[in-house]
């Protein structure tokens, strides 16, 4: 297969995975796909390595994962402008999400020995005679599968805190992205030279699905809903453990005390950025109706002042040509259901680029509101009450972030999303916050990566309990006498038996 195609989608040439640029199909990596025995290969040499990591202990591997993070911050710029090649992302969105991975690596190498490190735990009266010792250890080696969206935050979010927590990691990058995630493991292998533990492997899907079979401790999974039902159903032969982070539909709730330049401002933001492709971004809105019109002014004003294009510009085109489909049917959708465009519209896809839309009154049944648009579009809908708008937010099966502004119920309003994660009064900003868990309910996936849950997701609980005196009431043991197993009754109606 020769290598002409639609700008920005990865081909196949002479078994080499081939990414482009979406805007101006210029060739940004050129790498060769594995095969199911490459990636059994790249595991058993990952196993290796992991023992020598893992050997190292919380300081060695702090001091090392901590030049890493030097060596990232020294060449932001040159990595920022991969991104961009490789993906169309502005330079500017580039960079902040650089930043927020590099924090990650900063906080996971810190805290590791101090969330995981072996501990002693309080033993209680019954067992008084035992101490309790509790430790994480690692799983050997980590599979992580990352999608395209963000190709430097979401496989460090999960690579970091395992390499931190002692694991080996094969990344399996997305084959919109190979050329970045090649670079993260390049860069590691500049500060850590001795053992491949940060590898990578590349391809379609399939490369993907064998390493959720080659025998990884756990694989930690970051892409679409469908996908992470197949990971899961090929993890679930071995028993492999798995992390989900999977798509959402996140919802901002603008209550009648909201500060309503800031919620626009964090608005449109949170729904344009990296042109709407944000497992995170805000896609549906929900005004309370006496702000309601007033806050629709608002976003676009702010909205339509935004540039797109390819250099310099504040929206980029859209990373994956067939997204531009999606987008398109679920503009049309919303509008033939009755809602109304107040910016954009069907001739905003231009392909490769979308420029801002923004629906009102749009019917909850529509795609646009129920699925992932990952576009840089948006439904704003009038509700009653903040109490409709947290039902409404609630009502899909998705359940990753969202975003409260407001004053005095925000908070509360915030605690009844049902999701993983929300922001009150910004957008996104959770993902930032190093020692915030991220991750989500329901389609969104489950398990944590980020802050001490997120070290956790990457380590096995060892318990041990170890005798330091002779048992003065002894249970477990035939020894044990009649007169022994009466007291023990006695005790248990003395220290449970009464509320
Ligand atoms: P996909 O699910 O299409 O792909 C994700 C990764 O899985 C890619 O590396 C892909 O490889 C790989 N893959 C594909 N098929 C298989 C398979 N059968 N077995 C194992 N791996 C496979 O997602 P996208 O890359 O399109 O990413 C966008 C999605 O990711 C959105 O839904 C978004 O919401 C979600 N996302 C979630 C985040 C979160 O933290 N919750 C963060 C960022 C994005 P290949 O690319 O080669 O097909």
């Known amino acids: 297969m020769t290598a002409v195609h639609v700008p920005g989608t990865p081909v196949i040439d002479d078994g080499h995975l081939v990414s482009t640029s979406p805007a101006t199909g210029e060739e940004a990596g050129r790498f060769p ?38 060596l990232l911050a020294r060449r932001i710029e040159e990595l920022a402008q991969l991104v961009h090649v490789e993906g169309g992302k502005p330079v500017p969105d580039a960079i902040v999400e650089i930043l927020t991975a590099i924090e990650h690596i900063d906080w996971a190498a810190r805290n590791a020995g101090r969330v995981l490190g072996p501990r002693r735990v309080r033993s209680r009266l019954i067992l008084a005679e035992f101490t309790g010792h509790l430790e994480y250890q690692p799983y050997g080696v980590v599979g992580v599968i990352g999608p395209w969206n963000y190709p430097v935050f979401t496989p460090i979010g999960s690579a970091a805190y395992a390499l931190a927590a002692g694991n080996a ?44 079979r080659s025998g990884v401790g756990k694989l930690a999974f970051t892409g679409s809903t469908a996908t992470a039902k197949k990971v899961m159903a090929a993890c679930a032969e071995t028993l492999t453990p798995v992390l989900l982070e999977a798509g959402g539909k996140d919802a901002m709730i603008v209550d009648s005390d909201a500060d309503l330049d800031a919620a626009a401002e964090a608005c449109v933001w949170g729904a344009l950025t990296n042109a709407g492709q944000t497992c995170i971004g805000i896609e549906r809105v929900y005004a309370v109706d006496p702000v309601f019109d007033a806050f629709v002014g608002k976003v676009v004003a702010k909205a339509e002042r935004l540039t797109v294009g390819a250099e310099g510009a504040d929206i980029g085109p859209i990373t994956m040509p067939s997204q531009l489909d999606v987008i398109r049917r679920h503009i049309d959708d919303a509008i033939g259901a009755g809602g109304r465009v107040v910016l954009g519209g069907p001739d905003a896809v231009r392909p490769p680029y979308v420029h801002p ?63 993983g994660m929300a922001s009150v009064n910004s957008a996104l900003t959770f993902a930032g916050m190093s020692t915030l868990p991220f991750g989500g309910v329901g389609d969104s996936g489950f398990g944590r990566i980020h802050g001490e849950d997120g070290l956790r997701e990457f380590g096995r609980a060892k318990s041990i309990t170890r005798r330091r005196a002779r048992s003065l009431l002894p249970s477990m043991t035939f020894e044990r006498t009649p007169a022994d197993v009466a007291r023990l009754v006695k005790a248990a109606k003395l220290m449970y038996g009464r509320r």
């Open 33 to 70: 796909v594995a095969t199911a025995d490459d990636v059994a290969r790249a595991v058993d040499r990952a196993r290796a390595a992991a023992d020598w990591w893992a050997g190292l202990g919380f300081t060695g591997r702090r001091e090392r994962l901590l030049r890493w993070r030097a």
């Open 169 to 212: 990691v094969v990344l399996k990058p997305s084959e919109y992205t190979p050329a970045v995630g090649q670079w993260l493991v390049d860069s590691f292998a500049e500060v850590v030279g001795e053992q491949p533990v940060l590898t990578a492997v590349h391809g379609l899907g399939d490369v993907g699905a064998a390493l959720c």
């Open 357 to 419: 839309t923004v629906l009102v009154d749009v019917p909850e049944s529509s795609a646009a509101v129920r699925e992932e648009t990952f576009g840089p579009t948006l439904t704003i809908n009038r509700v009653r009450d903040a109490d409709e708008a947290v039902r409404r937010a609630n009502a899909l099966s998705y359940g990753l972030g969202g975003s409260v502004f407001g004053r005095r119920r925000a908070v509360a309003i915030a605690r009844r999303l049902r999701s």
